[in-house]
Every structure is written in structure tokens, then in C-alpha cells.
């Protein structure tokens, strides 16, 4: 950042606060989204396009500089916008709100600027209650070097700020159910938080990894039409070495969560239980039992 003079006037968009004795208020007063193209689970990352809207109160120079040229209009302060959970960012960049105005006055002497952040943003994923799991996508950003005793971010409580155009977003897998803002401190910084809550659609999986774990459960119990013990331990092998080929299958169709999801323990559960069977019946071939055991 850089000034001119002890009252903060710059020609960078990221300018000094006025000297004053009050805390300095940025209002949210929209945050546009119209593109989530991209959700790595694999990589915890998210790809997106968001226009945030925001306005703070104008200073008399302000006004009298803005009525003189609003084109060339820069104002004593501008909020250098920063978003922490950046990744990769391809534009970050103030956007002119009307022809070539980048700040513009409007009502109530309120300075609008318009910022317009195009990367990828850092997501801490959760999927250990795959495929029911609702992915819960933050958008925060706040302002260089000011704490909040210098500088604070208000959301208005009475309407709804935040907007996603579904016509160019659709991230195959998933549907958008919420979305909500809200500020909060993170090490005296004010912060904006905007969550963008995205729920998995459960049946493909069922197709894909369920009913297939399902059917081999249902072939295990074939054994009982058996009368020899070494063709139900054959029928058993069968099955365990076809939900180890299933478990190879959920490690490339299933995101890895840190923790075991509902297939993974499915599918661990069914394995053990035919080593267990496999077990009790090979007790039996010193016997020659033909019984065929409780599976």
C-alpha cells in the first residue's frame, strides 16, 4: 500500500484508513456467485468465479473529488481485499461497476466497489458419511493489515447477500441446498465467511458399489444348497476374493475421508465374516462332516 499524505489518498485501490476515532464499518452488500466449475475431493480444492459487492461511508473529500471525475475518482481509503483459503488465483482485481467507474457514490454518500476473484480456493472436505454427505464450501475473505479495532465487516441481517447462478454451475454428483454469510474474527482479523452447502446424490452409488456388495452377500448364502464342506469353503473363497476386488473398486470410486465411510465398513464387516465362515467350516474337514455350518 501507498500514500500520498497523512489523510491516506493513493492512486492503488488498497489505501490507508482516515485517521478517525471510531472503527471504520465495510458493508457486504451482495456476493455473486456464477461459476463453481470444478469440486476435488481427492485434493480438498474448489474452483470458482465471485463478485463481492461493498460499500462504506464517503468522506466530504470523497464526495467533492467523486462530483469532479468520477472515471478518475479514487477515494482516501479502499479495502485491499484478500481471500485467506486461496489456492491458485487466476483474476483478483477490482471491476468497474458502470462504463469505466470503479468506485462509485451512491445513496446516503456510500462509496460501491465491486471485487471479482476467478481460482481455486482450499476446502477441507468431509466424506467420512459418503454417499449421505453434504460438502460444506467456504469463501472467506478479509482486508490486509487492518485488525478489527481499525476495521470491521458488517452482513445485513434482513436480506439475503448471497447468490449462485445455477445455469453455468453443475457439479456432476452433487445438488446446492443452502447458502448462508456471516462475519467472524479469526486472530482479531474481521472476517466474511460464505458457505455454499453442496449435498451428494446417493443414487448412482446404490448402482454403482451397493448393489453389487449387496448381490455378493446374497451369493454367499448358495452354500446352504451344498452338501460338501470343501464345495462350501470353494464358494466362500469365491466370495472374499470378489469383495477384495471390491474393495479395490471403492478406493477409486470412493473419496478417501480419513476415516472409514459406510461402504468401506460394509464391505471390511462382509470380508471378516467370510474368513470367520471359511474358519468354522475347516474345523469340520477332519471329521468329514457333510453339515453344512451356520454362516
Not at 473529488?65 to 485491499?80: Q, R
Not at 458457505?195 to 448381490?215: C, D, E, H, M
Not at 466362500?236 to 476386488?245: H, N, P, Q, S, Y
Request: hydrophobic share 45%.
Amino acid at each position: 500500500m501507498t500514500s500520498e499524505d497523512s489523510k491516506g489518498k493513493s492512486s492503488y485501490y488498497g489505501t490507508v484508513l482516515p485517521q478517525t476515532n471510531k472503527c471504520n464499518e465495510i458493508q457486504v452488500e451482495c456476493v455473486y456467485i456464477p461459476v463453481i466449475s470444478h469440486m476435488d475431493i481427492t485434493n480438498n480444492t474448489v474452483e470458482l468465479k465471485v463478485d463481492v459487492d461493498l460499500s462504506w461511508a464517503a468522506t466530504l473529500e470523497d464526495v467533492k473529488k467523486y462530483n469532479a471525475d468520477p472515471i478518475e475518482f479514487i477515494p482516501e481509503f479502499a479495502p485491499n481485499i484478500v481471500f485467506p483459503n486461496c489456492f491458485r488465483v487466476d483474476t483478483d482485481e477490482l471491476i468497474p461497476l458502470q462504463a469505466n467507474v470503479r468506485y462509485q457514490i451512491r445513496e446516503g454518500s456510500r462509496i460501491f466497489i465491486r471485487h471479482r476473484f476467478i481460482g481455486t480456493l482450499s476446502v477441507a472436505y468431509d466424506v467420512s458419511s459418503f454417499p449421505f454427505d453434504v460438502q460444506n464450501i467456504p469463501i472467506v475473505f478479509c482486508v490486509s493489515f487492518y485488525d478489527k479495532d481499525q476495521l470491521i465487516f458488517k452482513v445485513p441481517a434482513d436480506k439475503n447477500i448471497v447468490w449462485v447462478t445455477k445455469r453455468y454451475t453443475n457439479i456432476p454428483g452433487f445438488e446446492f441446498v443452502r447458502t448462508l454469510s456471516d462475519t467472524i474474527e479469526i486472530e482479531t482479523f474481521s472476517h466474511v465467511v460464505t458457505i455454499v452447502q453442496a449435498k451428494r446424490t446417493p443414487g448412482p452409488y446404490f448402482f454403482r458399489i451397493g448393489l453389487p456388495l449387496w448381490s455378493l452377500n446374497a451369493a454367499t448364502f448358495s452354500m446352504y444348497a451344498l452338501s460338501s464342506i470343501e464345495e462350501v469353503i470353494n464358494v466362500l473363497i469365491t466370495v472374499m476374493l470378489a469383495f477384495v476386488g471390491m474393495v479395490y473398486v471403492l478406493s477409486t470410486l470412493v473419496p478417501l475421508a480419513g476415516k472409514k465411510t459406510l461402504f468401506d465398513a460394509y464391505a471390511m464387516v462382509s470380508m471378516i465374516l467370510c474368513v470367520i465362515a471359511m474358519f468354522m467350516s475347516s474345523l469340520q474337514l477332519p471329521f468329514g462332516y457333510e453339515k453344512v455350518p451356520l454362516y
